[in-house]
């Protein structure tokens, strides 16, 4: 493994949230990752072992990921609030106007409606796993994870795995499991509530509008992945101003957390400047095909 760059760690204070964060320094480009719902900065891990040698870094936790605390009013976050607290951590961290955010799923909502609300504060999106609505396959697991007893959380996490994370390793699977497991009733409750919100929300468009994203954008959707349909993720993408659109075959939702290969994808994106169109992303040895 690749030694990483030097490390800041604190947390910062933005309106009533303790949000912990790092920043693996240097004088590259920057990168800002914005984690999925109910995870944390440890999914970027294999992420920063690759790349924090050529970029400058930043990590943070939202609310009820990691260590990240409310301290006054109420467990829920709603999407404005995250996306204050995301344009909070790009101010204390002096992150540039050039630089890309890297979103996976719930992570690249925040993204996209933080470029929506602060135009041409960055330079590019980079959103994983990310579709315009749930499809019914999305809908039945939430619904099976609301039906579970909010104390049975060993039995939540393997609903949710048997959905959408077979194809994870086993250790990874065995943290999230491990991470239900001790998680405090108020986040469950929290995570209930999001389920809940995705499902009534019906469609991104309702949320963000997607004809205001300025950012470059550039999709990553693994084939294999079960609650984000194809189809869906091509409409998004016809909808973006200036996006395009990598399908990553033998992968799921999780894509590089299931495969380390997915790396290299991201290499070519950041290091080319470009999207999937660059003749250099054509090479079949990749693993993956653009779509337009």
């Known amino acids: 493994m690749k030694k990483t760059a030097s490390q800041v760690k604190a947390v910062l204070e933005t309106g009533r949230f303790l ?3 790092r920043v693996y320094e240097s004088k590259a480009p920057h990168i800002v990752c914005v984690n999925g719902v109910q995870q944390s900065m440890a999914m970027w891990q294999t992420f920063i072992s690759r790349f924090s040698r050529k970029y400058r870094i930043v990590l943070f936790d939202f609310p009820h990921q990691g260590k990240a605390k409310i301290i006054s009013g109420s467990e829920q976050v709603s999407l404005n609030e995250q996306i204050g607290i995301l344009k909070a951590v790009l101010d204390k961290t002096g992150t540039s106007v050039e630089a890309t955010l890297c979103a996976a799923s719930w992570g690249g909502v925040v993204a996209v409606g933080f470029d929506t609300t602060y135009p041409a504060r960055i ?3 980079v959103l994983a796993s990310l ?3 749930p499809n019914r396959k999305m ?3 939430i619904e099976k994870g609301m039906a579970v007893d909010v104390k049975n959380r060993e039995t939540m996490a393997e609903v949710l795995l048997k959905c959408f994370g077979q194809d994870l390793p086993s250790p990874v699977k065995r943290k999230i499991i ?3 497991r001790a998680m405090k009733e108020e986040r469950v409750r929290a995570f209930y509530e999001h389920g809940l919100f995705v499902i009534s929300s019906k ?3 309702e949320v963000v509008n997607l004809k205001n994203v300025k950012a470059k954008t550039i999709l990553l959707n693994g084939e294999k992945d079960t609650i984000i349909d194809l189809e869906d993720v091509k409409f998004l993408a016809s909808q973006i101003p200036d ?3 990598i399908v990553v075959n033998g992968v799921g939702h999780f894509l590089h957390l299931e495969d380390a290969g997915v790396l290299d994808i991201y290499e070519t994106i950041l290091s080319s400047g470009v999207g999937p169109e660059s003749p250099a992303s054509h090479r079949q040895d990749n693993g993956f095909h653009p779509l337009t």
Do not use: D, N, W
């Open 131 to 133: 579709g315009t609505k």
């Open 123 to 125: 330079k590019r999106l």
């Open 203 to 205: 469609s991104l468009s």
């Open 19 to 21: 949000i912990p964060y």
């Open 139 to 141: 809908v039945e697991m």
């Open 178 to 180: 491990s991470q239900f």
């Open 243 to 245: 996006c395009e659109m």
